[in-house]
């Protein structure tokens, strides 16, 4: 049987063999970085493995009983 890597479904953002290049983590960034957006973002950022590059987000912090008011 032949296979043809044109086959291969790359449209996950994820190539067979990394197990972790989907998964987002917090890292800490002291030089500003591009966001997925185009934005400039720094400080606490998901992150994660795009490829030979990384991926970052806005890291947006919550609490369960946050209702929407200060």
């Known amino acids: 049987m032949m296979t043809d890597s ?15 290049a989907d998964v987002w983590h917090l890292w800490r960034v002291f030089i500003p970085r591009r966001s997925i957006a ?3 973002v720094w400080g606490m950022v998901w992150r ?3 490829g ?18 200060r």
């Open 6 to 20: 044109r086959h291969i479904d790359v449209s996950t953002g994820s190539y067979p063999g990394h197990p972790r």
């Open 38 to 40: 185009g934005h400039l």
């Open 48 to 50: 994660r493995s795009n």
């Open 52 to 69: 030979r590059r990384w991926a970052y987000k806005k890291f947006v912090e919550y609490s369960e009983n946050d209702d929407g008011s």
